[in-house]
């Protein structure tokens, strides 16, 4: 009486107990007489033959059993106590053995396959194996048994990596590949199984790579319920930059629940044998069919992936193999009985076999933050957790990019970027920019970093030297920023310094450099920019508790920089009294308000406080209301409604409290100069503040100092801004410093959120910026690197700055978020850039967070002549036009990416560039375009390559808004190691 639409994607159970209620219909209406027994023959036929097409759409649910091994690249050991297993009392794991097993255990059977994702560890591996490994392993990966996914030197975190870093360690894994098992071993999964989150900007950069799906194993819980409701667990990803299938794993990235046949776990083996009183098959396969079928339910396609793996296992792969199939035989042994056929497989297959089954998915267009996998548990706090460290991370990502130009562009030397590369590759993963390893792991992340930027400093000063024609050495000062201290200039014995500062950027730079100085007795004298000026400034007094041996002075010197080129400029010691010009401090009235006029903005501060109280925008005469307050909010130990603590990785306050003011602020200087002027303020013992309103700049910049944190309760320490804007519920944070993606307090787009968390569950990564608005102004704040942040009431921002607390948070990690330093808890340092105007000028943020993101690279001697001055590698003017890779790529050519940096939205509009004259001598005719990560040609990459190219012409390629592309310029050997640019 009810129809049935049979479905070819149904399970099979749906269809075998409709037919069988039909059967019983049929016997209970016809079989009550013997006049009715024709017609029941009749409808016996039609039943039979509603079998035989049921029987037809019948087939077994095909479950591609792929056997991994998730192997973290540091976590709670480093990266080399992972790799050889060593540290066995802190985890038990040899990822070296891992590989070794594995490959064995293929080269065995050619029926089995493996996948590997980490080529950290691979390329560490292969290095260590002979010439017949090499060709075995490459037959494997030829004939499908080993397939690399992923491809990335790490599996990359997607809320705190910049989208640079990203292409970077992509690149350096992807391009191994290339190089040592060619276009056969070229992924084409994204495999982000462990990330606490995903990003759209991370799906529309593996959609550029040419990898056409996207797995991931985390995601709200509320959502996840919803898509397993309305079986949507797999869609379409359309990101900018690409659209990709993504899928949702079932079981996190585990084997089912009881079947772990791995040594690191205590699941039962598999026993055959009737005779053993260990006999346990029959309840082993009744118990796997039951979770197969619950997770068979859940999908549309008629294929299951079952992960059979997890974080380091396989390190006795015999074992696992072995218990997998006698599971594989005896469920295909029944497969009519259970409705299942296991296969061995790989997540490429199996979205194969899924896209050929539907062809209707659903559509996805913003990203997966925040995530929480309970009610109480939102993984929102390593948005800022380890701040220093993210700090060095996104410090290190410009420096590596103006490493790598140098190596270009100077003779070769004896250094290389290769150590800074693979340091950066190692510290994209998403235990180690996240700030959620140990601490021991977090110290090896940073030593990584320090050994590879010592390498580039080398490289640097060394090019430089050449390049300028000097005798004697350069240095470079590293800690000049963050502690105002260099040990060159801090040499009272030296009358002269030489500076070559260099612009990673590919557009010219206005720069206010701030070099740490022993005394501010020296002038400015032969400056290649004639409208360089310096000025002195005393060093702020919290260097001193970051640092004892901070100098007294910091220079000051405005200068402009071209384009990826160089300016240079010295420092001669002069005992007149003409050239200590030294910013003196100035009493105001304290019921007076100060006032600071630029070429962009008035800005007003409170005369007794040194509060930021208003920012008149010049241009459209609008005017801003806005403070900023330090606050902290107190961490959870847990409470009666879940046990669920702040930690590495959960952000949870005290519930139903809200953010403390920290301490009232008092001005403790007021510095005002021809070039910049700068405010500065305190709040109690431990946050300290410094506003900068520089005379040409658009924004406001603001350093704020933080620490030591007081240990009495857990605190989170945020910097609020409070603004008149009327912005609402609304706010838009950047995805991996691509698009700006809009946000609203207590509302996602895909399902219909219940918040349980109206603090934390409202946070989302600020890469690199934040923004609200209103009908008319935007008010947008810029980062120096990734933290958490909101907009909770509107026309307020706030940031989180700085964590530290005394209970761990259970996620694995085993230790609380306890920085310190010299006995002390860690002091951090950062800036805000500020910028407000009206919505006309909003996309000028873009050009703004570039001179943020490129910070210039200063090559310091003493009594060093410079001869000639390096030009420009570059030609290039647009400002909208980002070169965002110059950089060797093998023996005979070079790779460059550019960019159109604004979006759509943003005014952002078609871009031609003439890679001809932007590029000159470096520029080839035998160019060719490359996938993002230049390991596949663009027809690998893109579906509708006419499309793609339909603005070039000869050397000039178009860019549409936001687009990045890839070229590689092949010279022959000689020439290239001969580019040596000279004015």
Same mark, same amino acid.
Request: aromatic residues 12%.
């Given at each position: 009486?009810?129809?049935?639409?049979?479905?070819?994607?149904?399970?099979?159970?749906?269809?075998?107990?409709?037919?069988?209620?039909?059967?019983?219909?049929?016997?209970?209406?016809?079989?009550?007489?013997?006049?009715?027994?024709?017609?029941?023959?009749?409808?016996?036929?039609?039943?039979?033959?509603?079998?035989?097409?049921?029987?037809?759409?019948?087939?077994?649910?095909?479950?591609?059993?792929?056997?991994?091994?998730?192997?973290?690249?540091?976590?709670?050991?480093?990266?080399?106590?992972?790799?050889?297993?060593?540290?066995?009392?802190?985890?038990?794991?040899?990822?070296?053995?891992?590989?070794?097993?594995?490959?064995?255990?293929?080269?065995?059977?050619?029926?089995?396959?493996?996948?590997?994702?980490?080529?950290?560890?691979?390329?560490?591996?292969?290095?260590?194996?002979?010439?017949?490994?090499?060709?075995?392993?490459?037959?494997?990966?030829?004939?499908?048994?080993?397939?690399?996914?992923?491809?990335?030197?790490?599996?990359?975190?997607?809320?705190?990596?910049?989208?640079?870093?990203?292409?970077?360690?992509?690149?350096?894994?992807?391009?191994?590949?290339?190089?040592?098992?060619?276009?056969?071993?070229?992924?084409?999964?994204?495999?982000?199984?462990?990330?606490?989150?995903?990003?759209?900007?991370?799906?529309?950069?593996?959609?550029?790579?040419?990898?056409?799906?996207?797995?991931?194993?985390?995601?709200?819980?509320?959502?996840?319920?919803?898509?397993?409701?309305?079986?949507?667990?797999?869609?379409?990803?359309?990101?900018?930059?690409?659209?990709?299938?993504?899928?949702?794993?079932?079981?996190?990235?585990?084997?089912?629940?009881?079947?772990?046949?791995?040594?690191?776990?205590?699941?039962?083996?598999?026993?055959?044998?009737?005779?053993?009183?260990?006999?346990?098959?029959?309840?082993?396969?009744?118990?796997?069919?039951?979770?197969?079928?619950?997770?068979?339910?859940?999908?549309?396609?008629?294929?299951?992936?079952?992960?059979?793996?997890?974080?380091?296992?396989?390190?006795?792969?015999?074992?696992?193999?072995?218990?997998?199939?006698?599971?594989?035989?005896?469920?295909?042994?029944?497969?009519?009985?259970?409705?299942?056929?296991?296969?061995?497989?790989?997540?490429?297959?199996?979205?194969?076999?899924?896209?050929?089954?539907?062809?209707?998915?659903?559509?996805?267009?913003?990203?997966?933050?925040?995530?929480?996998?309970?009610?109480?548990?939102?993984?929102?706090?390593?948005?800022?957790?380890?701040?220093?460290?993210?700090?060095?991370?996104?410090?290190?990502?410009?420096?590596?990019?103006?490493?790598?130009?140098?190596?270009?562009?100077?003779?070769?030397?004896?250094?290389?970027?290769?150590?800074?590369?693979?340091?950066?590759?190692?510290?994209?993963?998403?235990?180690?920019?996240?700030?959620?390893?140990?601490?021991?792991?977090?110290?090896?992340?940073?030593?990584?970093?320090?050994?590879?930027?010592?390498?580039?400093?080398?490289?640097?000063?060394?090019?430089?030297?050449?390049?300028?024609?000097?005798?004697?050495?350069?240095?470079?000062?590293?800690?000049?920023?963050?502690?105002?201290?260099?040990?060159?200039?801090?040499?009272?014995?030296?009358?002269?310094?030489?500076?070559?500062?260099?612009?990673?950027?590919?557009?010219?730079?206005?720069?206010?450099?701030?070099?740490?100085?022993?005394?501010?007795?020296?002038?400015?004298?032969?400056?290649?920019?004639?409208?360089?000026?310096?000025?002195?400034?005393?060093?702020?007094?919290?260097?001193?508790?970051?640092?004892?041996?901070?100098?007294?002075?910091?220079?000051?010197?405005?200068?402009?920089?071209?384009?990826?080129?160089?300016?240079?400029?010295?420092?001669?010691?002069?005992?007149?009294?003409?050239?200590?010009?030294?910013?003196?401090?100035? %009493? $105001?009235?304290? #019921?007076?308000?100060?006032? !600071?006029?630029?070429?962009? =903005?008035?800005? *007003?501060?409170? &005369? +007794?406080?040194?509060?930021?109280?208003?920012?008149?925008?010049?241009?459209?005469?609008?005017?801003?209301?806005?403070?900023?307050?330090?606050?902290?909010?107190?961490?959870?130990?847990?409470?009666?409604?879940?046990?669920?603590?702040?930690?590495?990785?959960?952000?949870? %306050? $005290?519930?139903? #409290?809200?953010?403390?003011? !920290?301490?009232?602020?008092? =001005?403790?200087? *007021?510095?005002? &100069? +021809?070039?910049?002027?700068?405010?500065?303020?305190?709040?109690?013992?431990?946050?300290?503040?410094?506003?900068?309103?520089?005379?040409?700049?658009?924004?406001?910049?603001?350093?704020?100092?933080?620490?030591?944190?007081?240990?009495?309760?857990?605190?989170?320490?945020?910097?609020?801004?409070? #603004?008149?804007?009327?912005?609402?519920?609304?706010?838009?944070?950047?995805?991996?410093?691509?698009?700006?993606?809009?946000?609203?307090?207590?509302?996602?787009?895909?399902?219909?959120?219940?918040?349980?968390?109206?603090?934390?569950?409202?946070?989302?990564?600020?890469?690199?910026?934040?923004?609200?608005?209103?009908?008319?102004?935007?008010?947008?704040?810029?980062?120096?690197?990734?933290?958490?942040?909101?907009?909770?009431?509107?026309?307020?921002?706030?940031?989180?700055?700085?964590?530290?607390?005394?209970?761990?948070?259970?996620?694995?990690?085993?230790?609380?978020?306890?920085?310190?330093?010299?006995?002390?808890?860690?002091?951090?340092?950062?800036?805000?850039?500020?910028?407000?105007?009206?919505?006309?000028?909003?996309?000028?943020?873009?050009?703004?967070?570039?001179?943020?993101?490129?910070?210039?690279?200063?090559?310091?001697?003493?009594?060093?002549?410079?001869?000639?001055?390096?030009?420009?590698?570059?030609?290039?003017?647009?400002?909208?036009?980002?070169?965002?890779?110059?950089?060797?790529?093998?023996?005979?050519?070079?790779?460059?990416?550019?960019?159109?940096?604004?979006?759509?939205?943003?005014?952002?509009?078609?871009?031609?560039?003439?890679?001809?004259?932007?590029?000159?001598?470096?520029?080839?005719?035998?160019?060719?375009?490359?996938?993002?990560?230049?390991?596949?040609?663009?027809?690998?990459?893109?579906?509708?390559?006419?499309?793609?190219?339909?603005?070039?012409?000869?050397?000039?390629?178009?860019?549409?808004?936001?687009?990045?592309?890839?070229?590689?310029?092949?010279?022959?050997?000689?020439?290239?190691?001969?580019?040596?640019?000279?004015?």
């Amino acid at each position: 009486k009810t129809p049935v639409i049979v479905h070819e994607n149904d399970n099979r159970s749906f269809k075998l107990s409709y037919y069988n209620e039909y059967k019983s219909y049929l016997r209970s209406r016809f079989m009550s007489s013997s006049k009715t027994t024709p017609i029941f023959l009749i409808a016996l036929v039609i039943a039979s033959i509603l079998s035989c097409i049921l029987s037809s759409n019948n087939k077994p649910i095909i479950v591609h059993v792929v056997p991994h091994t998730h192997d973290d690249v540091g976590w709670l050991k480093t990266v080399d106590q992972y790799y050889y297993g060593v540290k066995d009392d802190i985890q038990l794991a040899g990822v070296q053995y891992i590989i070794d097993t594995a490959i064995q255990a293929l080269l065995l059977d050619k029926n089995k396959t493996f996948i590997y994702v980490e080529i950290a560890f691979f390329k560490r591996w292969w290095e260590e194996q002979d010439t017949e490994m090499h060709e075995k392993v490459r037959e494997l990966v030829k004939n499908g048994q080993l397939e690399f996914i992923n491809g990335g030197y790490c599996m990359n975190d997607e809320a705190n990596a910049h989208y640079t870093a990203t292409i970077d360690q992509m690149s350096v894994g992807l391009q191994f590949l290339q190089k040592e098992f060619g276009p056969y071993a070229a992924p084409r999964i994204a495999w982000q199984i462990d990330p606490f989150g995903h990003s759209s900007a991370q799906a529309g950069l593996s959609a550029q790579m040419g990898l056409e799906g996207l797995f991931f194993a985390r995601m709200h819980y509320q959502d996840y319920q919803n898509r397993i409701d309305n079986k949507e667990l797999e869609f379409n990803w359309v990101a900018e930059g690409g659209n990709i299938f993504t899928g949702k794993l079932f079981r996190h990235y585990n084997a089912p629940p009881g079947f772990c046949f791995d040594t690191l776990c205590n699941d039962p083996p598999i026993v055959t044998n009737k005779k053993s009183p260990e006999y346990n098959l029959d309840e082993r396969l009744e118990t796997f069919v039951g979770l197969l079928q619950e997770q068979a339910d859940a999908y549309r396609s008629g294929h299951i992936m079952l992960t059979m793996g997890s974080d380091f296992e396989y390190e006795n792969a015999h074992k696992y193999y072995k218990n997998l199939e006698l599971l594989m035989k005896y469920i295909n042994a029944n497969t009519t009985q259970n409705g299942f056929k296991m296969i061995y497989s790989t997540p490429s297959r199996y979205m194969d076999a899924v896209l050929s089954n539907i062809k209707n998915l659903s559509n996805k267009t913003d990203d997966l933050f925040p995530y929480a996998e309970s009610p109480h548990s939102y993984w929102t706090g390593y948005f800022t957790s380890r701040p220093t460290l993210k700090g060095y991370i996104r410090s290190m990502n410009s420096f590596l990019q103006a490493c790598k130009h140098i190596e270009l562009m100077a003779p070769a030397t004896s250094y290389t970027s290769e150590l800074l590369r693979l340091a950066m590759g190692v510290a994209q993963h998403h235990d180690a920019v996240t700030g959620t390893s140990k601490q021991h792991v977090a110290d090896d992340y940073a030593e990584r970093l320090a050994i590879g930027q010592t390498q580039c400093e080398n490289l640097i000063n060394t090019g430089i030297k050449h390049l300028t024609g000097s005798v004697n050495d350069l240095y470079s000062c590293r800690l000049a920023a963050n502690e105002s201290t260099c040990h060159i200039t801090g040499d009272t014995t030296k009358s002269i310094f030489t500076f070559i500062v260099y612009n990673p950027r590919s557009t010219a730079k206005d720069i206010y450099l701030r070099i740490p100085m022993s005394s501010s007795a020296y002038r400015l004298v032969n400056p290649s920019d004639p409208t360089a000026f310096v000025s002195y400034i005393p060093t702020h007094y919290t260097s001193y508790q970051i640092n004892p041996k901070a100098l007294p002075i910091e220079a000051i010197v405005h200068l402009k920089v071209p384009g990826m080129g160089f300016t240079t400029f010295q420092l001669k010691k002069d005992f007149g009294v003409d050239y200590r010009i030294v910013l003196k401090s100035i %009493p $105001v009235v304290k #019921t007076e308000n100060i006032r !600071i006029e630029s070429e962009s =903005l008035i800005v *007003y501060f409170d &005369g +007794e406080s040194g509060s930021l109280k208003q920012v008149v925008d010049k241009k459209s005469q609008k005017t801003l209301r806005i403070s900023a307050k330090f606050m902290n909010y107190r961490s959870n130990v847990g409470d009666k409604l879940d046990r669920q603590t702040s930690g590495a990785y959960i952000f949870r %306050p $005290v519930y139903g #409290t809200v953010a403390q003011d !920290i301490d009232r602020p008092i =001005l403790k200087n *007021y510095l005002p &100069g +021809e070039f910049v002027t700068e405010v500065w303020q305190s709040f109690g013992d431990w946050v300290n503040l410094v506003y900068r309103v520089y005379v040409n700049k658009p924004y406001i910049e603001v350093e704020w100092t933080v620490g030591p944190i007081p240990m009495d309760h857990g605190r989170e320490v945020i910097l609020r801004y409070s #603004t008149d804007l009327d912005s609402g519920k609304t706010f838009y944070t950047d995805s991996n410093g691509r698009e700006m993606l809009r946000r609203v307090l207590d509302y996602q787009p895909t399902w219909s959120l219940n918040q349980t968390e109206p603090v934390a569950g409202n946070y989302y990564p600020v890469n690199s910026r934040i923004s609200i608005k209103d009908m008319e102004s935007h008010f947008t704040v810029l980062t120096d690197r990734s933290q958490g942040g909101s907009s909770l009431s509107s026309g307020q921002v706030e940031l989180m700055l700085h964590r530290r607390m005394y209970k761990d948070d259970f996620k694995g990690v085993g230790e609380p978020l306890n920085e310190t330093q010299f006995g002390h808890g860690l002091i951090t340092r950062g800036r805000h850039w500020l910028f407000y105007s009206d919505l006309d000028s909003y996309g000028d943020h873009r050009d703004i967070g570039l001179d943020l993101f490129y910070q210039p690279v200063v090559s310091v001697g003493s009594d060093v002549e410079v001869g000639k001055i390096p030009r420009s590698g570059i030609q290039n003017t647009n400002k909208d036009l980002n070169v965002v890779t110059f950089e060797r790529f093998d023996e005979t050519s070079l790779i460059v990416r550019l960019e159109n940096i604004r979006s759509k939205s943003e005014g952002g509009k078609m871009i031609s560039a003439d890679l001809k004259k932007i590029f000159g001598a470096y520029f080839s005719e035998n160019f060719k375009e490359l996938g993002l990560a230049g390991d596949r040609p663009i027809e690998k990459v893109v579906k509708d390559l006419k499309d793609h190219i339909k603005y070039d012409s000869g050397s000039v390629i178009g860019l549409k808004p936001l687009q990045i592309r890839t070229f590689a310029f092949t010279h022959s050997e000689e020439l290239l190691n001969s580019f040596v640019n000279y004015a």
